[in-house]
């Protein structure tokens, strides 16, 4: 896909999101929107993936290390054609297969269920390393919180994959410096986030991860790095496409009423409009 038509299907994938956590009266948007053009960029353009065979052997593996932005990760699987779009209003419903967090036993395309902060990225790294042991050529992709770097377990899987050499394996940072208590630096501060993954023997790459010109280039040299795990440490605004919600803390994990859900598609809706007009 070319530039484009990635931001059209991230304009789709930020109104999937909004409509889910709206249809759920809860959940978590304002993670889940900054890193959409993420969860785009690897679903219709980086990953080795089919929608039809979700299962297949040498497919690419993704952990959204972050589980709470589940939103986010159902609906790009949606808009891939995984399943309905329709289905993801009955997000965290009783008996709907779109739980709060990914559940890979229910939902077609979730490769690791998540949500326990730190414990995702641990996942990806014996993916990763099963991959190598294995000779298989597929790669491995985790999606963290900024905040979840708080977590110390993020630090011993880093470790071990710096350790290992584990070139198929890339960790990605939404750092849009906000979690559910504040701004990171004032919570608990993981910064610098380079410094502490170069320190751990992984390839670095600084990016502003709503730029799919950035995204695409980032990914391309993590593609061609050889011998050590790449971090893509992605700069992001949280909330973003949606006026109200932009670098808000107050929307980590609230979901829009109906006045709002409103506001929120109008945006929206002007965005695909630009879009179309390119």
Known sequence: MNKLELQKAANEVRKGIVTAVHGAKAGHP??????????????????????????????DRFVLSKGHTAPGL????????YFPVEDLPTLRHLGSYLQGHPCMQETPGVDMSSGSLGQGISA?????LAGKMDNKSYRVYTLLGDGELEEGQVWEAS?????????????????????????????????????????????????????????????????NTKGMPTAIICKTLKGK????????????????????YEIAMADLEKVGEALCQK
């Open 30 to 59: 304002g993670g889940s929107l900054s890193a959409a053009d993420i969860f785009t960029y690897l679903y219709f353009e980086e990953m080795n993936i089919d929608p039809k065979e979700p299962k297949k052997a040498d497919r």
């Open 124 to 128: 990806a790294v014996g993916m990763a």
């Open 74 to 81: 159902y609906s790009v699987l949606a808009n891939r054609g």
């Open 159 to 223: 470790m071990f994959a710096g350790h290992r050499k584990l070139d198929n394996l890339v960790v990605i940072v939404d750092n849009n410096g906000l979690q559910i208590d504040g701004k990171i630096d004032d919570v608990c501060s993981p910064y610098p986030i380079d410094k502490k993954f170069e320190a751990f023997n992984f390839h670095v790459i600084n990016i502003d991860g709503n730029d799919f010109d950035q995204l695409d280039a980032a990914f391309k040299e993590a593609r």
């Open 241 to 260: 496409g949606v006026s109200y919600m932009e670098g808000s803390i107050g929307w980590h994990g609230k979901a829009p009423n109906d006045e709002e």
